[in-house]
T-cell receptor, first 114, second 110 residues
Framework: ETGVTQSPTHLIKTRGQQVTLRCSSQ?????VSWYQQALGQGPQFIFQ???????GRGNFPPRFSGLQFPNYSSELNVNALELDDSALYLC?????????????FGSGTRLTVV | AQRVTQPEKLLSVFKGAPVELKCNYS??????LFWYVQYSRQRLQLLLR??SRESIKGFTADLNKGETSFHLKKPFAQEEDSAMYYCALRPVNRDDKIIFGKGTRLHILP
C-alpha cells in the first residue's frame, strides 16, 4: 500500500509567478484535501476534491485553484504569488464511503516566495 | 463559527510526569474530534479519534460536550512523546473539512 506523495518537496518562486504542486493519493483513497500551514500555525483548509470536483473550500482567494484526475491524484495551482503564500502545503487523501474516513497526509511541499 | 483552540504553544514536562494537552472547540452541533501528532522530520499522522475510544501510545482523550473540550492525557510521559500535537474537529457532516488548532509543542525533559 503506497502512501501520499507530494512533489516537489521544496520550491522557490518570485512574487507574481504561478506555481503547481502535485499530490498522489494513497491507494484506495478517492478524496484529496489541501492545506496550507504557515510557520507556527496549524494546517488551514484550502479545498477538497472528490470525483474530480471541488467539494468544499476554505477562506482562500480564487487564485488558489485545483484539479483532481481520474486516478484521484491532484494538483494545487496558485496564481499571482504573494509573499504571504510562503508556507508548507499539505495534501491529505481519504476514502469517502463506508468505513473509516481518516486522513493520510503527505510530507508536504515547502513553498518560498521571494 | 467552527474553531479549535489549543491554549498552550509549548508544554514542557519531565519524563515520568503526567501530560495533559488542552483542546477546546467551538461548534454548534456534534463534531468528530481528533488528535494528530507530528514527530520531528515526520509527516502529520492521526493519533486518536474520540469515536474509537481507544488508547494509542498510552494517550487517551475524552470528549466533554458540556465543556466543549477534548484534552489529551497520558499518565507517564516518555521522551519519545516529544512532538507537535494538533487537535482537530470535523463537523457532523462527514464530508466536510477537518479544522485544526494551532498546535502544542510537547517537550519531554529528561
Amino acid at each position: 500500500e503506497t502512501g501520499v506523495t507530494q512533489s516537489p518537496t521544496h520550491l522557490i518562486k518570485t512574487r507574481g509567478q504561478q506555481v503547481t504542486l502535485r499530490c498522489s493519493s494513497q491507494s484506495g483513497h478517492n478524496t484529496v484535501s489541501w492545506y496550507q500551514q504557515a510557520l507556527g500555525q496549524g494546517p488551514q483548509f484550502i479545498f477538497q476534491y472528490y470525483r474530480e470536483e471541488e467539494n468544499g473550500r476554505g477562506n482562500f482567494p480564487p487564485r488558489f485553484s485545483g484539479l483532481q484526475f481520474p486516478n484521484y491524484s491532484s494538483e494545487l495551482n496558485v496564481n499571482a504569488l504573494e509573499l504571504d503564500d510562503s508556507a508548507l502545503y499539505l495534501c491529505a487523501s481519504s476514502y469517502r464511503g463506508q468505513g473509516d474516513y481518516g486522513y493520510t497526509f503527505g510530507s508536504g511541499t515547502r513553498l518560498t516566495v521571494v | 463559527a467552527q474553531r479549535v483552540t489549543q491554549p498552550e504553544k509549548l508544554l514542557s514536562v519531565f519524563k515520568g510526569a503526567p501530560v495533559e494537552l488542552k483542546c477546546n472547540y467551538s461548534y454548534s452541533g456534534s463534531p468528530e474530534l481528533f488528535w494528530y501528532v507530528q514527530y520531528s522530520r515526520q509527516r502529520l499522522q492521526l493519533l486518536l479519534r474520540h469515536i474509537s475510544r481507544e488508547s494509542i501510545k498510552g494517550f487517551t482523550a475524552d470528549l466533554n460536550k458540556g465543556e466543549t473540550s477534548f484534552h489529551l492525557k497520558k499518565p507517564f510521559a516518555q521522551e519519545e512523546d516529544s512532538a507537535m500535537y494538533y487537535c482537530a474537529l470535523r463537523p457532523v457532516n462527514r464530508d466536510d473539512k477537518i479544522i485544526f488548532g494551532k498546535g502544542t509543542r510537547l517537550h519531554i525533559l529528561p
